[in-house]
C-alpha cells in the first residue's frame, strides 16, 4: 500500500500525505482478480501497475459476469479459492466488493473505475482525483451507470440529486447532470423508472438490466 500515488494536503499548519485511492478499493480488486483468476491461462498472472494517476489490476482469463454487472452479478471461477481467502478475512461475502469499490470511489469524489475485458484478461483501472470539470464524457457516463447499479443494489433510486451528490456538486448544476443522465439512457445503460411516472421534476431511474 506504501507504493499508492500520494498527495499532499495541508490542514492547520500540518503537511499531510494522503492516498489518491481508497485502501479498500485496491484490496478488494486485488482479492477479486486472484479469485477469479483463470488458471488454465499459461504465461500470465495477476498484475498490479501503479502509476502517478492511477491503478491498473488485471487477471488472467475472460470474465465470466459481464463486465456491466459486476456490480450487481456474482460467479466465482475458484469457489474454493473464495471460500479459502473468505475465511482468511482477506474477502468479504459473496459479490460484495465491486460494491465496497465503488462506495469508497464516490465517498472520495473519485473517477468510476473502468473495468474492461481485454485480450485473455479481465482489467480495471482505478484512477485517482479529477476535477469533474476535466472528466470527460465517457468518464461522467460511467459513473452515472456505476452509481445508478449501485443504488438499485442497496434499494434507493438513482435521481439527478442523488447524481450530483455523487459528483458534489450545488444545485445549480442540476442542468449538467440531467445531461450526464440523459447521455447514459442514449448509450442504453440507464433507463427512466417508469412506476413513478414520467415527470422529470420526480423522475428516477434504473439500471438498463433492472
Not at 499508492?4 to 481508497?22: C, G, N
Request: proline letters at 5%.
Amino acid at each position: 500500500m506504501g507504493q499508492l500515488p500520494q498527495d499532499e494536503v495541508i490542514k492547520k499548519a500540518l503537511r499531510k500525505e494522503s492516498k489518491l485511492v481508497p485502501e479498500i478499493s485496491i484490496r478488494e480488486l486485488i482479492a477479486n482478480a486472484l479469485i477469479h483468476q483463470d488458471f488454465t491461462v499459461s504465461g500470465m498472472s495477476v498484475m498490479i501497475e501503479i502509476y502517478s494517476n492511477r491503478v491498473e489490476i488485471s487477471n488472467p482469463g475472460k470474465p465470466i459476469v459481464p463486465v456491466d454487472r459486476f456490480i450487481d452479478g456474482y460467479q466465482s471461477r475458484n469457489e474454493r479459492l473464495a471460500d479459502l481467502m473468505r475465511r482468511f478475512a482477506i474477502c468479504e461475502e459473496k459479490s460484495s466488493g465491486i460494491d465496497k469499490v465503488i462506495k469508497a470511489v464516490e465517498l472520495f469524489q473519485l473517477p468510476a473505475p473502468d473495468f474492461r475485458s481485454v485480450f485473455r484478461r479481465t482489467a480495471v483501472t482505478l484512477y485517482g482525483h479529477k476535477p469533474f470539470e476535466r472528466m470527460n464524457r465517457n468518464d461522467r457516463t460511467r459513473a452515472c451507470y456505476q452509481h445508478c447499479a449501485l443504488q438499485w443494489v442497496i434499494s434507493q433510486p438513482m435521481t439527478n440529486q442523488s447524481l450530483r451528490e455523487r459528483f458534489n456538486l450545488s444545485e445549480r448544476k442540476s442542468p449538467i447532470i440531467s445531461q450526464i443522465i440523459a447521455a447514459a439512457i442514449d448509450s442504453g445503460l440507464v433507463k427512466l423508472d417508469e412506476s413513478v411516472g414520467t415527470s422529470r421534476k420526480y423522475a428516477r431511474y434504473l439500471p438498463f438490466w433492472a
